[in-house]
């Protein structure tokens, strides 16, 4: 128990901040069809922005604004060239966000420099939530899930319980006759590529905090909430929500287990030098290349993903 | 309509041979004493069109973006290094002439493993999915030492084995001639599958899938077929690289290196047959020549992708052959009314900007004049761009 219980609360905190970048992206794609490249740099620049902000006005302040830059600046994107490029089909869409993941990190790298910086939580989240089972739960982890719970919970009350929200459902289902109906089809998909980049904003601000801001943070997290979608199946949001904290839990409950597979495959020692050097990895060696494996045996075995309605 | 009244001077008879005797010249270029400088540049840049012409097979022709063609570069570049280091095949007297058909040999290998979880369907999946697989690869780096070399990588010598034609190819003369027919050989290659019935199959999957299926062809077929073809290709240009800089890192499977080759393809042009070559030398020049100059070249290079998607979806040969097309349709004048405005808006823009970016970030280091401006220049340099863009508006306006 005191193994199992901290490390369960790491899975949730992690694999919920996981679930925010991953909705937003996979509500962008069953919306338009748009696979956004750019999705995990967006989440780079909430925590830059966040970071420059806090300096100014303090982390409060920040972490409010800085989304709403990154939202800005979201909406922009669509407004003014995807929705331009879309005529032209999916390649060059795809083509022009992985371009910006490019720029945006060489501007990140020009503005605020090659190595990380100092954007940590407040004082009033360093302390200790609560202990137990001999283990200290820091505060700054329960804030990274209140806060996912937060924002998940509004966007799922815009979608599911206000009129808006029912018109993006509508369009999600058949934007023609949306359209026809009199309803700005153009607007709602500004508005919601402007909700995921607002996600992935607030992902920044509280991520960056925790875990750590800088250039590289975009490569790393951009791989893995693309897995996620595919895990979890394109386009559905529970999937995302499953695959968001099954990652997040092989990415830490794995880290901290020095098990070696041959210590649990014991009879296939010996057989090969080849199947030897792959029996002497240890698990948390294992931790980084998990979510790659588990991506290619859903791909294998269950095309769609685990939730999702249509082949991938 | 103008086009068929006026002699096509590109189709005359005398194009083929002429562009033949330029690329000899090019493979023969240690002949006029080329400093060593220029002939590793140039050894770049043939191992880059190599990998870029394999690339284009897949993106080019079937449309399938991958986001990790670097597996089968990097995969073949690793045999390479380790069959350059081996005993027993130094001991059976390979040469190193065929040290490019181990790295194919590996890149085919690997299309066959992860060819069939990534060519299962096309578009936007198989784009995620190439991703996930070239981030699996390189994530293995650091658990199998012995084959990847850890952080220092592998290092090797390519006079460590003999060759047929010249008894080594330490030198840099001969090893440009070596890699730079090689090369030659694998473009061809390339072009050469794009016009068998796969390749025709495979721009058939690109156009409408559905309707292939409909005659009996399954479109993941000829996709995992078009992989297997790609990822040889790749892996022989992979040991080209070995060849060349005779030390392989983790470097060569990185996300870095399949962005690269995307790169390259669509910044020189998807669809020519010149555009791997003009894309791998635009990456030379930038990454060895601009990155003299200044800091943010990669800033720069993904600035000129961008640009490239956006409005030159051909790359700069489709550029080029527009404005040859153009010229011989208009004449000198007629080009000059016609785009002498936007060209002078769009360099003039185009200058304005590097100048607001070099002074804004790199005011003792960067290119000339940022070291001359106080800071403030940029602000006014910015505005004066902006002018200059609003001016490239309204030229571009004027020609549509």
């Given at each position: 128990m005191d193994f199992i219980f901290p490390a369960a609360l790491n899975a949730i905190s992690y694999g919920l901040l996981l679930f925010m970048l991953a909705a937003g992206l996979t509500l962008v794609f069953s919306l338009m069809g748009v696979m956004n490249f750019a999705h995990a740099s967006l989440y780079m620049l909430g925590a830059y922005f966040a970071y420059s902000i806090a300096r100014q006005a303090g982390f409060w302040v920040g972490l409010v604004a800085a989304p709403l830059l990154v939202a800005g600046l979201g909406m922009l994107i669509e407004r003014h060239v995807l929705r331009h490029l879309h005529a032209r089909g999916h390649i060059p869409e795809l083509l022009f966000t992985f371009g910006l993941v490019l720029v945006i990190e060489e501007i990140v790298k020009l503005v605020w420099g090659l190595g990380a910086v100092d954007y940590r939580v407040p004082p009033e989240l360093r302390g200790t939530l609560f202990e137990a089972f001999g283990t200290r739960f820091p505060m700054h982890k329960g804030f990274v899930i209140l806060v996912a719970l937060a924002s998940l919970g509004a966007i799922w009350w815009l979608i599911a319980r206000t009129r808006t929200g029912l018109v993006v459902r509508a369009a999600l289902a058949n934007p023609a006759m949306v359209e026809s109906l009199g309803h700005d089809v153009g607007r709602i998909f500004t508005l919601v590529f402007g909700l995921g980049a607002g996600l992935a904003g607030i992902a920044g601000a509280v991520g960056g905090a925790v875990l750590v801001t800088e250039p590289a943070m975009a490569a790393h997290l951009g791989t893995i909430i693309f897995v996620i979608v595919v895990v979890g199946g394109l386009g559905s949001i529970k999937g995302a929500f499953i695959a968001s904290l099954l990652i997040g839990g092989l990415e830490s409950v794995l880290i901290a287990i020095d098990v070696r597979l041959s210590d649990l495959?014991?009879?296939?020692?010996?057989?090969s030098s080849g199947l030897d050097a792959v029996l002497a990895l240890k698990a948390s060696q294992l931790a980084p290349i998990l979510p790659y494996l588990l991506m290619v045996a859903v791909l294998v075995f269950r095309p769609r993903g685990l939730f999702g309605e249509r082949e991938v | 309509m103008m086009r068929l009244q006026l002699p096509r001077a590109g189709r005359s008879g005398y194009g083929a041979p002429a562009v033949g005797a330029g690329l000899a010249l090019l493979v023969l270029l240690p002949l006029f004493g080329a400093s060593r400088y220029w002939l590793v540049l140039g050894m770049q840049v043939w191992v880059l069109a190599a990998y870029a012409y394999s690339y284009q097979l897949l993106?080019?022709?079937?449309?399938?973006?991958?986001?990790?063609?670097a597996v089968y570069f990097g995969l073949g570049a690793f045999a390479a290094a380790h069959a350059l280091n081996s005993r027993a095949l130094a001991a059976m007297g390979?040469?190193?002439?065929?040290?490019p058909l181990i790295g194919m040999l590996a890149g085919l290998g690997a299309a066959v493993v992860f060819g069939f979880p990534s060519t299962r369907r096309a578009g936007t999946p198989f784009a995620m999915v190439t991703l996930g697989i070239g981030e699996l690869v390189a994530a293995c780096f650091l658990m199998f030492p012995g084959f990847f070399?850890?952080?220092?990588g592998i290092s090797t010598n390519r006079a460590a084995l003999g060759g047929w034609?010249?008894?080594?190819?330490?030198a840099a003369d001969r090893a440009y001639v070596l890699i730079a027919l090689w090369a030659l050989a694998l473009g061809a290659m390339a072009l050469w599958i794009a016009r068998t019935p796969l390749g025709l199959l495979a721009r058939a999957t690109r156009d409408n899938a559905a309707r292939l299926a409909f005659c009996g062809i399954e479109p993941s077929a000829v996709r995992f077929r078009l992989m297997l073809v790609a990822g040889a290709l790749a892996g022989a240009a992979g040991a080209l690289s070995t060849l060349l800089n005779e030390i392989v890192s983790v470097e060569s499977v990185s996300l870095a290196m399949s962005a690269n080759v995307l790169l390259m393809t669509v910044v020189g042009?998807?669809?020519?047959?010149?555009g791997p070559l003009l894309g791998a030398l635009t990456l030379t020049l930038m990454q060895s020549v601009l990155s003299r100059f200044t800091h943010a070249w990669v800033f720069y290079y993904g600035l000129m992708f961008i640009l490239t998607v956006l409005?030159?979806?051909?790359?700069l040969t489709g550029i080029v052959s527009d404005v040859l097309r153009n010229a011989r349709q208009l004449g000198a004048g007629g080009m000059a009314r016609r785009y002498g405005a936007p060209v002078a808006a769009a360099l003039l823009a185009g200058l304005l900007a590097i100048g607001t970016i070099e002074i804004a970030?790199?005011?003792?280091?960067?290119?000339?004049?940022a070291r001359v401006f106080?800071?403030?220049?940029a602000a006014g340099l910015s505005l004066g761009c902006l002018a200059a863009l609003l001016w490239l508006r309204r030229s571009l306006r004027g020609l549509a």
């Open positions: 495959l014991m009879p296939l020692k010996g057989l | 993106f080019g022709r079937a449309g399938m973006l991958s986001f990790g063609h390979l040469p190193v002439e065929m040290i070399g850890g952080e220092a034609v010249a008894a080594n190819y330490g042009g998807p669809a020519h047959a010149f409005f030159a979806p051909n790359g970030f790199f005011r003792d280091e960067g290119i000339g004049a106080p800071a403030w220049g």
